[in-house]
């Protein structure tokens, strides 16, 4: 019967302490996301970006969540930009239950320099722990196969292939919730060390 509870279900929902630790863990998320934003406003500030029209340099947007596929999730928008048809926006979310991921997310103007530049500059980004989507839209957050395609030095012909077909890209990079930079406080640096690490397709 639908409205029958397993013992499990039951169990949980008599759980005081998980919803509280909760509670806690999302309120350090968006203490740590603050913190990320102003370690990439210190980035930001001394990179010149190849921006579209309209960019709002100081444009920012953080949003907390319950439901992304059925998960809690915080995020940072910064740069941020989202007009029409075009976007050029860095993004540190946390995913309950996944990881927390970085990725620059290009769409619409400028999409064919862009391409270039991570051809003419493969080596550059090769081999940093980045990975370039191969989800069929922007709003795909799962690693591995059939979703993201790591960026090493041996695949830079198959990078090629793959951009070829794409009107957006997305490179990610991810970071476990067993890595010990959780632990330590240093998602803010991880966050910038990223948007650091695509500077390549961004400048000059």
């Given at each position: 019967m639908p409205s029958q509870f397993t013992n499990e279900e039951a169990a949980l929902m008599a759980d005081q302490h998980f919803f509280r630790a909760k509670a806690k863990i999302m309120v350090k998320m968006r203490h740590v996301l603050g913190a990320t934003h102003a370690a990439l406003q210190e980035e930001t500030g001394s990179a010149s970006l190849l921006t579209p029209q309209n960019f709002d340099p100081a444009s920012c947007h953080f949003v907390k969540g319950e439901h992304l596929e059925s998960f809690p999730y915080q995020y940072l928008d910064f740069p941020k930009h989202f007009h029409d048809s075009?976007?050029?926006?860095?993004?540190t979310l946390f995913w309950w239950g996944h990881h927390v991921v970085c990725a620059l997310m290009l769409e619409g103007e400028g999409i064919k320099q862009h391409k270039m530049r991570i051809l003419d500059r493969f080596h550059q980004l090769a081999g940093q722990g980045l990975e370039l989507s191969l989800a069929p839209s922007l709003w795909e957050w799962k690693r591995g196969e059939g979703y993201t395609l790591p960026m090493t030095h041996d695949r830079k012909a198959q990078i090629a292939a793959v951009l070829t077909e794409r009107s957006f890209l997305k490179i990610v990079r991810f970071l476990p919730f067993t890595d010990p930079r959780i632990l330590s406080?240093?998602?803010?640096e991880f966050?910038?060390?990223?948007?650091?690490?695509?500077l390549p397709i961004m400048t000059r």
């Open positions: 075009n976007a050029f926006t860095f993004r406080g240093h998602v803010p966050s910038r060390e990223t948007f650091h690490a695509l």
